[in-house]
């Protein structure tokens, strides 16, 4: 028979591509993968990884049983959320991006501690891990952004995605700034050229700054740049600069500096994703409503939307 510890190995060598990630991920050492891996093969009777000095890929068989595996998994996960008790009870693990671990975080723990029999582990993550971590069971739920619109959140699959708000970017200047007078127009092109503050290239939020001063026409100015957008906002507070964040990252409430909405701004969705499989566990549906109640309780200077999801396309 088969052995499920060692499928779900399998798996997450399927989806992180080596022996030493998935390692890595799961907590063991290579050796004790490629060991597991190796009994794998002697109890199914074939090759499933094509192993060479320095690094080892499935076989069409190994391809195979890992998508056999990814369905045993989520049946098994269907029947533990079918069989438990009504009150949440084990762990939880949450991962997030920094500005939404930063706000969800305070009600999150107001709502769950209520749950004696529950524990919650809430964990920050790179942009583009959350969906990873979730489908291999790494995590129980993911809170991530889209800036792009085309994430597929709509129709079936292993995952199911809930819009929780939409978070525009918004203007945050030095409180001493013109633009900081709320009577005053907030004018793109004129600010162009003041010492504009971004994330590094590649990050969302510094995609998404990029794209709204390329609207504006010319030669987009060049921000210096810096890791985190706490640290922009506590530098636009000395009045080093100015920027453009997502309304999300003022929850940390700064002192200092002030907000205002951009003509025209850009905006991410930010769902929760958990397995499909495993919703209706009480654990997980009790922490999706906590979730959707947090939303209330963040107040960005009433910028961000909450509610359903808009059509959106390629979702």
Same mark, same amino acid.
């Given at each position: 028979?088969l052995?499920v510890?060692?499928l779900?190995?399998?798996r997450e060598?399927?989806?992180? @591509?080596?022996?030493a990630a998935?390692?890595k991920a799961?907590?063991?050492t290579?050796s004790?993968v490629s060991?597991?891996?190796?009994?794998?093969?002697r109890?199914? @009777?074939?090759t499933l990884l094509d192993?060479?000095a320095?690094?080892?890929?499935?076989t069409d068989?190994g391809?195979r049983?890992?998508?056999?595996?990814?369905?045993i998994?989520r049946?098994?996960?269907?029947a533990e959320?079918?069989?438990?008790e009504?009150?949440p009870?084990g762990?939880?693990?949450?991962t997030?991006?920094p500005?939404? &671990?930063v &706000?969800? &975080?305070? &009600?999150l723990a107001?709502?769950?501690?209520?749950h004696e029999?529950?524990?919650?582990?809430?964990?920050?993550t790179r942009?583009?891990?959350?969906?990873?971590?979730?489908?291999?069971?790494?995590v129980?739920l993911a809170?991530?952004?889209?800036?792009t619109?085309r994430l597929?959140?709509?129709?079936?699959g292993s995952?199911r995605?809930?819009?929780l708000?939409?978070?525009?970017l918004?203007l945050?200047?030095?409180?001493g700034?013109?633009a900081?007078d709320p009577?005053?127009?907030?004018?793109?092109?004129?600010l162009r050229?003041?010492?504009?503050?971004a994330?590094?290239a590649g990050?969302?939020?510094r995609?998404?700054?990029d794209?709204l001063?390329?609207?504006?026409?010319?030669?987009p100015?060049?921000?210096?740049?810096?890791?985190?957008? @706490?640290? =922009?906002?506590?530098?636009v507070?000395? @009045?080093v600069?100015?920027a453009a964040?997502?309304s999300?990252?003022?929850?940390?409430?700064v002192?200092? =500096?002030?907000a205002?909405?951009?003509?025209?701004?850009l905006?991410r969705?930010?769902?929760a994703?958990?397995?499909t499989?495993?919703?209706?566990?009480?654990?997980?549906a009790v922490?999706?409503e906590?979730?959707r109640?947090a939303?209330a309780?963040?107040?960005?200077?009433?910028?961000?939307?909450r509610?359903?999801?808009?059509?959106?396309s390629g979702?």
């Open positions: 028979m052995d510890r060692r779900r190995l399998l060598f399927a989806d992180r @591509g080596s022996i998935t390692a799961l907590g063991y290579p004790a060991q597991q891996l190796a009994v794998l093969e109890e199914v @009777g074939t192993r060479t320095r690094s080892a890929e499935l068989a391809r049983l890992s998508d056999h595996a990814d369905r998994l049946m098994i996960e269907f959320a079918d069989l438990s009504a009150e009870t762990q939880i693990v949450l997030a991006f500005t939404a &671990a &706000a969800f &975080a305070p &009600a107001h709502s769950l501690r209520h029999g529950l524990t919650f582990q809430l964990r920050q942009p583009g891990d959350g969906l990873r971590q979730v489908r291999s069971g790494e129980d809170l991530v952004d889209d800036w619109g597929p959140t709509r129709g079936g995952l995605f809930s819009l708000l939409h978070d525009p918004v945050v200047v030095p409180s700034h013109w900081a009577d005053r127009e907030i004018d793109l092109w004129r050229d003041e010492p504009w503050l994330a590094p990050e969302p939020s995609q998404a700054f794209r001063l390329a609207d504006v026409g010319g030669a100015p060049m921000p210096w740049e810096f890791e985190g957008l @706490g640290t =922009i906002l506590g530098l507070a000395r @009045g600069g100015i964040v997502p999300l990252a003022l929850t940390a409430a002192p200092g =500096i002030a205002r909405e951009l003509p025209g701004s905006t969705y930010v769902y994703v958990a397995r499989a495993s919703v209706r566990r009480p654990s997980v922490t999706l906590a979730l109640d939303v309780e963040i107040d960005v200077m009433s910028v961000g939307r509610g359903e999801p808009a059509q959106k979702a």
